[in-house]
């Protein structure tokens, strides 16, 4: 009996804030390949794991951390990265409510980023692989509700697709729990991110040494 081909689809930033709200770094230094091969069931075969950020560009160590993190990932072979980008707002100062970057006002240096692209990212991916029949099962690891057009889609185009929602820990969406939306959903334990972390040092292909990050350890 053939098995189910699976592809996982990651929200990089949703997984990323779902962690460090969890109360602890140390999770952060995620295998996801590894993660992926513990999610995929006996009767699945896992194809590919598609990570979905954005690469910031400060403070200098939270760059150097972000860096160190897509190399350990890139040692993976079923990992394929996949980056948006990230465009500066205008809000009002939470001191003055003067609307300005840098409020002249009363002084306050103020600077807002949002990530842009990954939920489209993540539509055109798993709409491909649909169309190009790489994948039986979507296992979309993420709570953002701005998904939910994409598991509509999916639904619509491809019934016979199982879509399943992985949600990180201490977040949850209701509308793409929707049984309508997704054939299952659940949150990641505790448990299973323990198993799936990677070594302090890994060597890459070219013999260079990925270290862990101190602030996660």
């Not at 910031?56 to 990992?79: F, G, H, M, N, W």
């Not at 707002?89 to 939470?94: A, L, M, P, Q």
Request: charged share 25%; with cysteine; glycine share 4%.
């Amino acid at each position: 009996m053939n098995k189910l081909k699976v592809i996982f689809y990651i929200d990089g930033f949703n997984l990323y804030y779902g962690l460090r709200d969890f109360g602890s770094r140390e999770y952060l230094w995620l295998n996801l390949q590894k993660l992926a091969y513990i999610l995929t069931n006996h009767d699945e075969t896992l194809e590919k794991v598609k990570y979905f950020t954005t690469m910031v560009s400060d403070p200098p160590d939270k760059v150097k951390r972000q860096v160190s993190y897509i190399e350990a990932l890139k040692t993976q072979d079923k990992i394929e990265i996949f980056e948006g980008t990230f465009i500066t707002e205008n809000k009002n100062c939470w001191k003055c409510q003067y609307p300005i970057n840098k409020c002249s006002h009363c002084g306050a240096n103020l600077k807002f980023h949002r990530e842009k692209k990954t939920d489209v990212n993540i539509g055109c991916q798993t709409l491909l692989d649909c169309a190009l029949v790489k994948c039986d099962v979507i296992k979309i690891i993420s709570a953002d509700s701005d998904l939910v057009p994409v598991a509509e889609t999916i639904k619509k185009l491809y019934p016979n697709k199982v879509l399943n929602f992985v949600f990180p820990p201490n977040t949850f969406s209701s509308d793409l729990a929707k049984t309508n939306l997704c054939n299952k959903f659940f949150v990641l334990p505790r448990r299973t991110l323990s198993k799936c972390q990677f070594p302090d040092q890994i060597i890459n292909n070219q013999g260079y040494t990925i270290q862990k990050p101190n602030t996660w350890i």
